[in-house]
């Protein structure tokens, strides 16, 4: 009796975690996660929810007087929504893509009329005078990159409310990329954070972006800044992964970065010196999260998220590497693990969780 009690008990689990699959994304030939149409309109009406609800809100100011104190709205007319500047840059960034990979979302319009009103010329051009005049390392890395994200996805598609967003986004964008140009070179040791100033995380959503615009300057910096950081890495130890606030892993996040460094046995080399099969085991477990009203806690969740994707990145620079395969499966059991709680009722998660999960769907598709 006691082992009926437990496969049913197993069983059950698989039913759930299939049942997510078949709602939220299906497994293709290779192996990998795509989201389903059903999917991307689940993870739309998240962001649709929050990206206008201006509180609870976190500022993250810093204050050279009085004059500057002003509601969220006031401060940031694009940005306002989602608790917080960079939670709201990515939730735009998710709607564009569900758009684009799924046409005829039947969001579409919804998301249309909200993206107009917040990416509008004038909106962006003062969230880009904000950035100006605030702290030189306010939203870096993480806001940075995912606006330079947002951008690339808005830059990149042929539609004519895209076209508009992306022009209307150059002259913060044109903030961000000589903040980048100004910093990198005098930024000695890279931050190996898992949450918000990790150095890698930042540097590989700005090469995506050099790549598109064709930002030979910022390619050829980021390109040298990467290898001097941390090309000599050897050893990484994985099994002291996580923190308990690790949205990011810091180890997977730099092989993710370099695998759009270096290309074939270069890379397979570099991974194989820089962490050991022994010790790659320890990211292959998706980790448990106690208490998802928590907003540090809750992090556990986008680890496993942010995990999925970096496998799936790092699988494909490995090709036919007999490694392959245990990234690929550690990617499906991370996005299992956590994907059935992004909508959850605790604000906590539920207003950035659905841009990590879309971003581990579609990014290799």
Known sequence: MKHLFFFLLWAA???MIL???????????????????????????LALSCLEQEYPNKLNQTLANESQLGSPRELHPAFYGCYDWHSSVHGCWMLVRLMRKFPGLPEEAEIRRLLNRLLSRRNLREEAEYMERESKSWERMYGWGWLLKLYEETDGWRDPDARDWANALEPLV??????LEAFLPNQAIPVRTGVHPNTAFGMAFALDYAWHAGDRKLEKLLVERAKTYYHADTGWPARWEPSGEDFLSPGLIEADLMQRIYEGGTYKRWFKRFVSRRDRDA??????VSDRADPKIVHLDGLNLSRAWCFYGIAGALNKDKDREPLLEAAREHLAASLPYVASPHYEGSHWLGTFAVYA???YW
Do not use: N
């Open 283 to 288: 990211w292959y477990e998706p980790v448990d």
């Open 13 to 15: 689990g698989w039913h």
């Open 174 to 179: 044109a903030v961000i990329v000589g903040r």
């Open 361 to 363: 769907l579609t990014s």
């Open 19 to 45: 049942a997510q699959e078949t709602a939220f994304y299906r497994l293709d030939e290779t192996g990998k996660a795509r989201l389903t149409r059903e999917g991307a309109s689940h993870f739309a009406g």
